[in-house]
């Protein structure tokens, strides 16, 4: 699984340019204050973590919901796990496991 976090493209598309104008933005339509360094951060790195109530601040404040400000793209499964899947697969017929009898 992989999670692009796109807060810089979302402002950009409301024409909000700079941290400190985000905020603003937040501290006006949200009530909410972010210091200057908690800003950056969201910025110039994916986070970890987020309390829900900064997810809800930074929603308001760009009029957006956090589908907007995650990218969801799932994870591809690996070759051998599908193989691993299709082998398993194949011995159980008719929902009943199929004996491998030892050799006589």
């Known amino acids: 699984m992989a999670l692009k976090w796109r807060l ?5 598309e409301r024409g909000i340019w ?9 501290e006006q339509k949200a ?6 360094p908690s ?11 987020m309390k829900a109530q900064t997810m809800d601040a930074l929603c308001t404040a ?13 994870s591809l499964i690996q070759a051998e796990t599908l ?3 299709e ?7 008719n929902d009943i496991p199929r004996r491998i009898l030892p050799p006589i």
């Not at 810089?8 to 950009?12: F, G, K, S, W, Y």
């Not at 009530?31 to 200057?36: C, F, I, Q, R, V």
């Not at 760009?62 to 799932?74: K, N, Y």
């Open 39 to 49: 800003i950056s951060a969201l910025l110039t790195e994916q986070p970890k973590q």
């Open 83 to 85: 193989e691993h899947a």
């Open 8 to 12: 810089r493209q979302v402002m950009a």
């Open 87 to 93: 082998q398993e697969a194949q011995k159980v017929v």
């Open 18 to 26: 700079s941290g400190a104008e985000l905020g603003r933005i937040m």
């Open 62 to 74: 760009l009029d957006c919901t956090p589908a907007d400000l995650w990218q969801h793209t799932p």
């Open 31 to 36: 009530g909410y204050k972010l210091s200057a």
